[in-house]
């Protein structure tokens, strides 16, 4: 069967029927483009252009907002030579690409470098900031990852041949590639555009010279298409406007079957079924492009998987732009053109910018910041920006979804993937949930609520799909990868069920989180049966800890949902089962958790110093032993009382007090380090908020104001300099801008360290992430704002409608007036709709109530404004160690 029939009629003469949009070819946007000037202030005129009542004071808010956001800010490492155990903050991770909030297409640029490795950590985003090369750009990327996925469907413009001649050469010598090199000051991005000016070069014994030509690319996105425009600039007669479209090296993995065909002279299709993180990813596209490319010469690999096109009707010296429109799917070629078709259309590129800009401004602007410096606004609303990057779509525009139970079916031509009938909710993948749980999503219950239904939802038809018994873990497309431990999705739907935001039928939730927490695999039959995961794998010690939390989430839900205490107090009953990794005996005065093995003896040669991932989570003792977050009561007990509590969490921050790793083995996980706490992955998030539940919130203010002005910084700071090596020192004062893109300080894993430091710069955090108990910090701005969206009830179909968001507003002052400073960091009173507080906590009912919270800030630590505060908060009704006999329970 060819093509042409298998898309049908009428998908071809929509196929044929867009428009051109060639661009400027005089001097002056060649001058423009060497000089690094297309781009933002360009997208902000035609922004401005389809923006109703210019003048306004909210669209002003908004394009302020909009240029605080530097998608560029991740991108960078400080350490270019130190060690990877060096503890220094960057490797963020990031990409720097296009896209629209929770987008299935995240379009941007791949690297590569002649120095650094051309795989590995660093890379899992495809864009490294040392490279110098980009090998094209594809349109789906994780963002913040330490594992490598995405990078389907890519495209790179040249100048340079692309006959067969050329192309013999480039098969005969496997050295010859096509890159183009290209420098950071010709390159930038903003929320939903990325741009960069270039220079067609081969790397090896290439068979062209193409020095001194140059290309400007600019990308946009819609959820489920990525618009491209390529700029040429030749400098030598007989130099063509060339494309190379390619299905092969996905990020971190291989293509194991794929094809790209012509449709007709401006548009080709194709698909690519790849394995890295996900397996047997399909990705199925649609190009159209706005000139003709000459298909008597479109030449192709041998495998099928590059397609090299040169533009019809050239001539000397020509110039001139190409746009590219891409519509992608995870199901067929068929369903990429529908998707193109719903989101482009007869749109321009300008015009989709435009349409992604004021997507952007509309999240953003649920939280307006004032006061501050420019540098903190652009750190906050960047951080805020990529908290909306993931979970992402997997459905198509219709609704339809590809699921964890669909096939690739390869016995049609061209291929397609089984898919499912539109839910009524946008089904979505990306769930990196060990990390997210924490604080990203928490975050989203506030700004995004809108989302969490549909997040809820997606997770039990996965469930339902996945034939494995449990929840997912970490879904990324059509797969379920079970990356990192516990299960996750567990705390992520008991706070969506808690705050009212999920019309999930309560029985689908409780039969999920049940079945689940009866599982077997990941050493959940040890638990079960012994109370605690045996020493030697599944992270033993961490993954202990994560099932007692997931039980006791699993148990507040049972509760909140009238259940008999009979059905949910065994859960509440095992979650003290984190109790069985805690070893009271005293270790140079302290007391930690440990691995116990199968005869339910502590390990021999304990470390508490080493960090490593056989036992705990990437972490090690001096930081998993706080990983407690359902019962404070009990492990401040445990600790030997408050005072004890306190110097060993001083103890872990303590410089001195070094982090190792186990065996000397090292791994790059544990960055942005300050004695044992790294700022830099998840399980250290919490230990700066942990003071507040024993009563000190001066020291928690103080811990967290140092962490965002040291690890989230745009400048150099003087912990860099102690930290760095000397190369990396020397490199880092010669290239600001790579200072400005490591200021995350560590794999931003889908948003959670952006969500850390969003709640944080607000003066809060969600210490216990299920419950909606959000407790303070210090606030880095004079005011903030939040418009909260609130349910409001149930409409027909199973969507919650919402109302007219409710406003809350957070100020922060000294005394006298002044701003919070770095000085001014301690908080000495605080209240709600001018009621003192005293308490250092709120809740997210108050928050969403609306109202007024108001900090009194100073230079002096202060705790006297909860010291009548009785150490519980909401959640303590149902602390384990409150209200259980205690003890470890079997299977409920």
Same mark, same amino acid.
């Given at each position: 069967?060819?093509?042409?029939?298998?898309?049908?009629?009428? !998908?071809?003469?929509?196929?044929?029927?867009?428009?051109?949009?060639?661009?400027?070819?005089?001097?002056?946007?060649?001058?423009?483009?060497?000089?690094?000037?297309?781009?933002?202030? =360009?997208?902000?005129?035609?922004?401005?252009?389809?923006?109703?009542?210019?003048?306004?004071?909210?669209?002003?808010?908004?394009?302020?907002?909009?240029?605080?956001?530097?998608?560029?800010?991740?991108?960078?490492?400080?350490?270019?030579?130190?060690?990877?155990?060096?503890?220094?903050?960057?490797?963020?991770?990031?990409?720097?690409?296009?896209?629209?909030?929770?987008?299935?297409?995240?379009?941007?640029?791949?690297?590569?470098?002649?120095?650094?490795?051309?795989?590995?950590?660093?890379?899992?985003?495809?864009?490294?900031?040392?490279?110098?090369?980009?090998?094209?750009?594809?349109?789906?990327?994780?963002?913040?990852?330490?594992?490598?996925?995405?990078?389907?469907?890519?495209?790179?413009?040249?100048?340079?041949?692309?006959?067969?001649?050329?192309?013999?050469?480039?098969?005969?010598?496997?050295?010859?590639?096509?890159?183009?090199?290209?420098?950071?000051?010709?390159?930038?991005?903003?929320?939903?555009?990325?741009?960069?000016?270039?220079?067609? $070069?081969?790397?090896?014994?290439?068979?062209?010279?193409?020095?001194?030509?140059?290309?400007?690319?600019?990308?946009?996105?819609?959820?489920?298409?990525?618009?491209?425009?390529?700029?040429?600039?030749?400098?030598?007669?007989? =130099?063509?406007?060339? +494309?190379?479209?390619?299905?092969?090296?996905?990020?971190?993995?291989?293509?194991?079957?794929?094809?790209?065909?012509?449709?007709?002279?401006?548009?080709?299709?194709?698909?690519?079924?790849?394995?890295?993180?996900?397996?047997?990813?399909?990705?199925?596209?649609?190009?159209?492009?706005?000139?003709? #490319?000459?298909?008597?010469?479109?030449?192709?690999?041998?495998?099928?998987?590059?397609?090299?096109?040169?533009?019809?009707?050239?001539?000397?010296?020509?110039?001139?732009?190409?746009?590219?429109?891409?519509?992608?799917?995870?199901?067929?070629?068929?369903?990429?053109?529908?998707?193109?078709?719903?989101?482009?259309?007869?749109?321009?590129?300008?015009?989709?910018?435009?349409?992604?800009?004021?997507?952007?401004?509309?999240?953003?602007?649920?939280?307006?910041?004032?006061?501050?410096?420019?540098?903190?606004?652009?750190?906050?609303?960047?951080?805020?920006?990529?908290?909306?990057?993931?979970?992402?779509?997997?459905?198509?525009?219709?609704?339809?979804?590809?699921?964890?139970?669909?096939?690739?079916?390869?016995?049609?031509?061209?291929?397609?993937?089984?898919?499912?009938?539109?839910?009524?909710?946008?089904?979505?993948?990306?769930?990196?949930?060990?990390?997210?749980?924490?604080?990203?999503?928490?975050?989203?219950?506030?700004?995004?609520?809108?989302? +969490?239904?549909?997040?809820?939802?997606?997770?039990?038809?996965?469930?339902?799909?996945?034939?494995?018994?449990?929840?997912?873990?970490?879904?990324?497309?059509?797969?379920?990868?079970?990356?990192? &431990?516990?299960?996750?999705?567990?705390?992520?739907?008991?706070? &969506?069920?808690?705050?009212?935001?999920?019309?999930?039928?309560?029985?689908?939730?409780?039969?999920?989180?049940?079945?689940?927490?009866?599982?077997?695999?990941?050493? #959940?039959? =040890?638990?079960?049966?012994?109370?605690?995961?045996?020493?030697?794998?599944?992270?033993?010690?961490?993954?202990? $800890?994560?099932?007692?939390?997931?039980?006791?989430?699993?148990?507040?839900?049972?509760?909140?949902?009238?259940?008999?205490?009979?059905?949910?107090? %065994?859960?509440?009953?095992?979650?003290?089962?984190?109790?069985?990794?805690?070893?009271?005996?005293?270790?140079?005065?302290?007391?930690?958790?440990?691995?116990?093995?199968?005869?339910?003896?502590?390990?021999?040669?304990?470390?508490?110093?080493?960090?490593?991932?056989?036992?705990?989570?990437?972490?090690?003792?001096?930081?998993?032993?706080?990983?407690?977050?359902?019962?404070?009561?009990?492990?401040?007990?445990?600790?030997?009382?408050?005072?004890?509590?306190?110097?060993?969490?001083?103890?872990?921050?303590?410089?001195?007090?070094?982090?190792?790793?186990?065996?000397?083995?090292?791994?790059?996980?544990?960055?942005?380090?300050?004695?044992?706490?790294?700022?830099?992955?998840?399980?250290?998030?919490?230990?700066?908020?942990?003071?507040?539940?024993?009563?000190?919130?001066?020291?928690?203010?103080?811990?967290?104001?140092?962490?965002?002005?040291?690890?989230?910084?745009?400048?150099?700071?003087?912990?860099?300099?102690?930290?760095?090596?000397?190369?990396?020192?020397?490199?880092?004062?010669?290239?600001?801008?790579?200072?400005?893109?490591?200021?995350? %300080?560590?794999?931003?894993? !889908?948003?959670?360290?952006?969500?850390?430091?969003?709640?944080?710069?607000?003066? +809060?955090?969600?210490?216990?992430?299920?419950?909606?108990?959000?407790?303070?910090?210090?606030?880095?701005?004079?005011?903030?704002?939040?418009?909260?969206?609130?349910?409001?009830?149930?409409?027909?179909?199973?969507?919650?409608?919402?109302?007219?968001?409710?406003?809350?507003?957070?100020?922060?002052?000294?005394?006298?007036?002044?701003?919070?400073?770095?000085?001014?960091?301690?908080?000495?009173?605080?209240?709600?709709?001018?009621? %003192?507080?005293?308490?250092?906590?709120?809740?997210?009912?108050?928050?969403?109530?609306?109202?007024?919270?108001?900090?009194?800030?100073?230079?002096?630590?202060?705790?006297?404004?909860?010291?009548?505060?009785?150490?519980?908060?909401?959640?303590?009704?149902?602390?384990?160690?409150?209200?259980?006999?205690?003890?470890?329970?079997?299977?409920?």
């Amino acid at each position: 069967m060819k093509l042409r029939y298998v898309l049908g009629i009428g !998908c071809l003469a929509a196929l044929s029927g867009w428009g051109s949009d060639q661009g400027s070819t005089d001097a002056s946007v060649l001058a423009k483009a060497n000089a690094a000037e297309v781009g933002f202030s =360009q997208g902000d005129q035609s922004n401005q252009g389809n923006q109703n009542d210019q003048g306004s004071q909210e669209n002003a808010v908004k394009r302020s907002i909009l240029h605080s956001v530097d998608p560029m800010i991740g991108t960078a490492n400080l350490d270019i030579n130190a060690p990877w155990n060096s503890g220094v903050r960057g490797h963020g991770h990031v990409y720097p690409g296009a896209t629209v909030p929770f987008g299935m297409v995240q379009l941007g640029p791949d690297t590569t470098g002649t120095t650094t490795p051309s795989s590995g950590w660093d890379r899992s985003p495809g864009y490294l900031y040392d490279d110098t090369y980009i090998t094209g750009f594809s349109h789906t990327h994780l963002s913040g990852t330490g594992v490598g996925s995405g990078g389907e469907v890519r495209f790179l413009p040249t100048l340079a041949p692309v006959d067969k001649a050329t192309l013999a050469k480039v098969a005969a010598d496997s050295s010859i590639t096509y890159n183009a090199s290209f420098k950071h000051d010709d390159e930038s991005a903003s929320a939903g555009y990325y741009r960069v000016l270039m220079s067609p $070069q081969g790397t090896g014994n290439t068979p062209w010279n193409v020095q001194g030509t140059k290309v400007f690319a600019e990308m946009t996105a819609t959820a489920h298409a990525g618009v491209q425009r390529y700029t040429y600039f030749p400098n030598t007669a007989g =130099q063509q406007q060339n +494309m190379i479209v390619s299905i092969d090296q996905p990020i971190g993995g291989t293509t194991s079957s794929g094809k790209i065909v012509v449709i007709d002279a401006q548009t080709i299709a194709g698909w690519e079924i790849t394995n890295n993180w996900a397996s047997n990813k399909p990705t199925y596209f649609v190009a159209r492009f706005s000139k003709a #490319f000459d298909r008597k010469n479109v030449a192709f690999s041998a495998d099928g998987y590059r397609a090299y096109l040169t533009f019809a009707g050239n001539g000397n010296y020509a110039g001139g732009s190409v746009t590219v429109e891409v519509g992608i799917s995870p199901s067929s070629i068929a369903d990429a053109q529908a998707n193109l078709a719903a989101e482009v259309g007869a749109k321009s590129f300008d015009q989709v910018r435009a349409s992604a800009e004021r997507d952007w401004a509309t999240v953003l602007g649920r939280i307006r910041v004032k006061g501050g410096t420019p540098d903190q606004q652009t750190m906050f609303y960047t951080s805020l920006y990529r908290t909306m990057l993931a979970p992402t779509l997997y459905n198509n525009a219709d609704g339809s979804y590809v699921g964890t139970d669909s096939t690739n079916d390869s016995t049609t031509s061209p291929p397609t993937t089984s898919k499912h009938a539109n839910p009524g909710f946008d089904y979505s993948s990306t769930f990196s949930l060990w990390d997210t749980f924490r604080a990203e999503s928490p975050l989203m219950t506030l700004v995004q609520p809108e989302r +969490m239904d549909g997040w809820v939802k997606s997770l039990l038809t996965q469930f339902r799909q996945n034939g494995k018994g449990e929840l997912p873990v970490w879904p990324l497309a059509q797969t379920e990868t079970f990356t990192m &431990a516990g299960h996750p999705s567990i705390p992520m739907i008991a706070d &969506a069920y808690l705050k009212h935001l999920t019309s999930a039928s309560v029985d689908d939730i409780w039969t999920a989180l049940t079945t689940t927490q009866s599982a077997s695999a990941h050493g #959940f039959d =040890q638990y079960r049966q012994r109370g605690y995961v045996f020493a030697g794998a599944n992270s033993a010690v961490s993954t202990t $800890q994560d099932y007692s939390f997931d039980d006791w989430a699993t148990a507040v839900v049972g509760k909140a949902a009238g259940k008999g205490t009979a059905e949910y107090r %065994p859960y509440l009953q095992r979650s003290l089962n984190y109790r069985n990794v805690f070893n009271t005996t005293l270790n140079n005065g302290w007391r930690f958790a440990q691995p116990k093995d199968a005869q339910g003896n502590w390990l021999a040669g304990f470390d508490p110093t080493a960090a490593e991932k056989t036992n705990f989570s990437e972490s090690n003792s001096w930081v998993d032993t706080w990983n407690i977050f359902h019962d404070f009561p009990g492990l401040v007990a445990l600790l030997g009382g408050k005072a004890q509590f306190v110097a060993q969490l001083d103890r872990t921050f303590e410089p001195a007090n070094q982090l190792t790793f186990l065996g000397n083995q090292g791994f790059p996980d544990l960055t942005g380090r300050i004695g044992q706490y790294f700022a830099g992955n998840e399980p250290a998030n919490h230990l700066p908020y942990l003071y507040d539940v024993v009563g000190m919130p001066s020291k928690t203010q103080d811990r967290v104001r140092s962490v965002m002005d040291d690890m989230y910084s745009l400048t150099l700071t003087a912990g860099d300099r102690g930290t760095l090596s000397g190369d990396s020192l020397r490199a880092a004062q010669g290239d600001p801008r790579r200072v400005r893109d490591s200021a995350v %300080p560590g794999n931003d894993d !889908c948003g959670q360290l952006s969500a850390w430091y969003v709640l944080s710069a607000l003066g +809060m955090y969600s210490l216990n992430p299920v419950g909606g108990v959000f407790y303070f910090g210090t606030p880095l701005f004079e005011e903030a704002t939040i418009d909260v969206p609130v349910a409001t009830g149930e409409a027909s179909g199973g969507k919650l409608q919402f109302g007219a968001p409710r406003r809350f507003t957070i100020t922060a002052h000294t005394a006298s007036g002044g701003a919070p400073s770095s000085v001014n960091r301690f908080v000495q009173s605080v209240s709600l709709n001018g009621t %003192p507080l005293h308490r250092p906590y709120i809740t997210y009912d108050e928050m969403k109530a609306g109202g007024t919270l108001v900090f009194v800030m100073g230079a002096t630590p202060n705790d006297a404004w909860i010291g009548q505060w009785d150490g519980q908060d909401p959640n303590s009704a149902l602390a384990p160690s409150l209200v259980s006999n205690g003890g470890s329970a079997g299977n409920p």
